[in-house]
């Protein structure tokens, strides 16, 4: 099993900056990849970015390319979501996701585990 943490959510003016974390614990080997996903009111649930863990490829949606960056920090079993130049269009919850497969895309089904989420609201 794989538990994930996150924190770091809140409110942000448009423009602004926040980092969102994701503390992973438990079979270490059942996450190679890491993504962030996001959630909106009343629309479905959205592929950010991911991350293999070994080796640190990456992969983003278009939508945040550029002002979004996906890290890890092995020592601390921790993923982190750098948001940059944040929109109003960026207000979700954000859930990060691990999978056991060598996997960084973006389709929801392949990650087997999930947080509970932490709320990003972007004020224009």
């Known amino acids: 099993q794989v538990q994930l943490v996150e924190s770091g959510g809140g409110l942000v003016q448009a423009g602004g900056s926040l980092r969102v974390s994701c503390a992973a614990s438990?079979?270490?080997?059942?996450?190679?990849?890491m993504g962030w996903f996001r959630q909106a009111p009343g629309k479905e649930r959205e592929f950010v970015a991911a991350?293999?863990?070994?080796?640190?490829?990456?992969n983003y949606a278009d939508s945040v390319k550029g002002r979004f960056t996906i890290s890890r920090d092995n020592a601390k079993n921790t993923v982190y979501l750098q948001m940059n130049s944040l929109k109003p269009d960026d207000t979700a919850v954000y859930y990060c996701?691990?999978?056991?497969?060598?996997?960084?895309?973006?389709?929801?089904?392949?990650?087997?585990?999930w947080g509970q989420g932490t709320q990003v609201t972007v004020s224009s």
């Open positions: 991350i293999r863990w070994s080796g640190g490829n990456t």
């Open positions: 996701g691990a999978t056991s497969l060598d996997y960084i895309g973006s389709d929801s089904a392949f990650y087997a585990y």
């Open positions: 438990g079979r270490t080997f059942s996450r190679q990849g």
